[in-house]
């Protein structure tokens, strides 16, 4: 892969950044271990945010070996949210990213591949200050999101299923840690965000209240997280895309296997207390690959991408519904475990 210094240093300026605002170290993750000598690496960019799911499986594979097995050398840059990723995946600074359940437009836009299902995600909410005590009151509200993200779908799902639209409260856009401060400091009168960062607004406002979360829209929509690359990175290197689709898969059986393990590792790699993560991990649904392989051959990934997909659409974030199979390469990722 060859890259402009121009592109690299977008890249380690976003990645500096997010450091910045997260407080989490982003490292090289070769791997210890594995039979590949080190020329033989085929080196990879890999986007992560610094979340139990965002950072999880990246923490596994580097402490087991797993590039290294797979004849990958990965270098992981963090990010604040899923479609700073998508853009950089868009330049070439990123061949391999995370994203979370309200970027999953920006793939069926055809900005990305989805090359790897990952959890489902529970950890958002729509949080008020005291008083707000029901969705209702959130009407002429100053309400934080951060734009595109898990928060921004929460908000509109919540809002809408009371009557309301976005167009009903003072929307304010806000990356996710500026929405911590924002809430914290009584600068908003709600928020679209989600645990961990949830945990850290709670510490300095114990009495907030939760009015929406994923589970009160589980009959109608899933959250799906994923692992995705650009379209045209998958097309002209499906060899790459295999690997590090293996490597994931391994990792993938050893959190479902190894959950105490795995906070750990992720705790360490994050610079986070084993708590925080541990609470962060109660917000997911983790899967073994032997589940995620039956779940796409029967369909149902594409129905949690369809229904996405009719969100997205009345969210004006796309045109019209879009086929799952454009964008989440399922073969692929169940040919990799074979």
């Not at 210094?5 to 890249?11: F, L, Y």
């Not at 990965?74 to 600074?93: K, M, R, W």
């Not at 359940?101 to 090359?115: D, N, T």
């Not at 509200?141 to 309301?164: C, H, Q, R």
Request: hydrophobic fraction near 45%; charge should be negative; proline fraction near 4%.
């Amino acid at each position: 892969m060859t890259h402009s210094r121009t592109k690299r240093g977008i890249v380690a300026a976003v990645a500096a950044l997010a450091l910045a605002l997260t407080g989490c170290a982003s490292t090289s993750a070769g791997g210890g271990g594995g039979d590949a000598a080190p020329e033989e690496l085929t080196p990879v960019n890999f986007g992560y945010i610094a979340d139990f799911n965002g950072a999880s499986l990246l923490a596994i594979a580097k402490d087991q070996g797993l590039w290294a097995k797979h004849g990958i050398k990965v270098t992981e840059s963090v990010f604040t949210n899923g479609p700073l990723q998508i853009q950089a995946l868009g330049t070439g600074d990123l061949d391999f990213g995370y994203i979370g359940p309200g970027a999953m437009w920006l793939p069926a836009s055809g900005q990305a591949k989805i090359v790897s299902i990952n959890t489902l995600g529970s950890a958002d909410r729509v949080i008020a200050q005291a008083g707000i005590e029901s969705l209702k009151d959130l009407k002429g509200k100053k309400v934080a999101v951060p734009e595109g993200t898990s928060g921004d779908m929460i908000l509109n799902l919540a809002l809408e299923s009371v009557g309301l639209s976005i167009d009903d409260v003072e929307k304010v856009a806000m990356d996710p840690s500026t929405v911590v401060a924002a809430f914290a400091s009584k600068q908003v009168d709600a928020a679209g965000i989600w645990y961990p960062l949830i945990g850290t607004i709670e510490q300095q406002v114990p009495d907030l209240n939760i009015l929406a979360e994923n589970d009160d829209f589980s009959d109608t929509v899933s959250f799906p997280t994923a692992f995705v690359s650009g379209p045209k990175f998958v097309e002209e290197n499906e060899e790459t895309v295999s690997k590090v689709v293996a490597a994931l898969r391994e990792a993938i059986d050893y959190r479902a296997e190894n959950l105490d393990d795995t906070i750990k590792l992720t705790a360490a790699m994050l610079q986070l207390e084993e708590k925080a993560v541990a609470a962060d991990a109660k917000n997911v649904k983790i899967m073994t690959t032997a589940e995620l392989d039956e779940l796409t051959e029967d369909g149902s990934v594409v129905d949690w991408l369809e229904g996405m997909n009719d969100y997205f659409v009345s969210a004006g974030k796309l045109p019209e519904p879009v086929d799952p199979s454009t964008y989440y390469t399922g073969d692929l990722f169940t040919e990799a475990g074979k």
